[in-house]
């Protein structure tokens, strides 16, 4: 069956998004052309990391998460010498943005390292967090409208659901597809973008029958439609990837690279300051920054569960190759191999970080 689009929907090219978006990050001052700031020194792809990040070297980095805490936990002072946040996430932005050369880091989940290779963009994956017990603390589950029977994976059948090609969102679906032994042609894909409230207000509306929620959206939306007959169901698939990429040009300039990889270290210890400070990570980033309540905050601190960061990438490397190949077949796009996506010179900056942090913090 062929998936149904939202007729709202508009479209750019990429070479407009690209332009459009850089000269937003600049005239805002959020963020920078990644073309400077490095030292014009070649590195090769399969060098030794340099230790030391030179004088005069800079980052544009998307991760407005990091930066909270580093700002929260006082530490942001050992990387703003060299780092210049933009406020921005996700894989559209900052795939358009390292086309722009207007970004050298991006913080993602699985998708987006896969579609900029399929289309032609050169990125390396160079951190990697998961989730401890991933199926009992998902990142999503699937929020069914109300008045929609929906008590199980095979209850799909037939069913309108959210469908967002080219993000995490997206991949989740057809990943429950397979699960539950269905295909695209037993339901009706109805492509929506899965920024802010649309998934929650299309479920609402019933424009869908079902689609992924995540974070607070899923507490929130039970709390507002539940009254009403809207529930949600787990899917039991691991959905808990999240991940540093850089294009591999800010990796081939020795002063970016080494930029880089301090910056790792920083995101490492940032994720651990986060998971040992529940209460002040609730206030300052929850209830300050974002502007939830202290009860959604708790929410999802809970609904996580612990970090789970390994020295260790081979785990993740075979479940990205299963989700490559996966969207491979429903793209007809070519398999690429998962280990080409992941830089594994940085596979335990992040860990020895953690280590180094925890070690001087009990001297």
């Known amino acids: 069956m062929p998936i149904l689009r939202n007729p709202s929907r508009t479209t750019r090219s990429s070479v407009l998004a690209a332009l459009t978006l850089a000269t937003a990050l600049l005239l805002a001052g959020c963020g920078g052309d990644a073309n400077a700031g490095g030292t014009g020194t070649k590195l090769a792809l399969d060098a030794a990391l340099p230790t030391t990040v030179p004088a005069g070297a800079k980052i544009v980095v998307g991760d407005p998460t990091t930066q909270k805490a580093l700002e929260l936990s006082g530490q942001v002072d050992k990387v703003s010498g060299f780092v210049q946040f933009a406020n921005l996430s996700g894989g559209p932005q900052t795939t358009e943005a390292f086309r722009a050369n207007a ?196 929410w999802l601190v809970d609904n996580a569960g612990k970090p789970d960061i390994s020295a260790d990438w081979s785990d993740a490397i075979k479940r990205h190759q299963e989700t490559i190949e996966l969207l491979a077949t429903e793209t007809k796009n070519p398999v690429i191999q998962a280990t080409d996506l992941y830089d594994l010179r940085f596979q335990s900056v992040a860990v020895d970080a953690i280590k180094a942090a925890s070690t001087g913090a009990a001297k």
């Open 103 to 298: 970004l050298d880091v991006g913080a993602v989940a699985e998708i987006p390292s896969i579609q900029a290779t399929w289309t032609g963009l050169h990125v390396k994956i160079v951190a990697s967090k998961f989730r401890q017990d991933p199926i009992n603390h998902p990142i999503y589950e699937l929020g069914v409208a109300p008045g929609v029977e929906v008590k199980t994976l095979a209850d799909l059948r037939g069913k309108k659901i959210a469908y967002s090609p080219g993000q995490a969102q997206g991949a989740l679906i057809l990943k429950v597809l397979k699960k539950a032994g269905l295909t695209k042609e037993d339901v009706k894909l109805i492509e929506l973008p899965s920024t802010g409230d649309v998934y929650p207000n299309a479920l609402a509306a019933k424009q869908v029958d079902v689609a992924p929620i995540g974070g607070v959206s899923i507490k929130r939306y039970l709390t507002k439609y539940g009254k009403d007959g809207g529930t949600t169901i787990q899917h039991g698939i691991r959905d808990d990837a999240g991940h540093l990429y850089v294009p591999t040009s800010s990796l081939e300039d020795e002063g970016k690279a080494a930029a880089i990889r301090a910056y790792v270290a920083a995101w490492g210890v940032a994720q651990d300051w986060i998971d040992k400070h529940p209460k002040e990570w609730i206030e300052g980033y929850y209830v300050k920054d974002q502007g939830l309540t202290a009860e959604d905050g708790q």
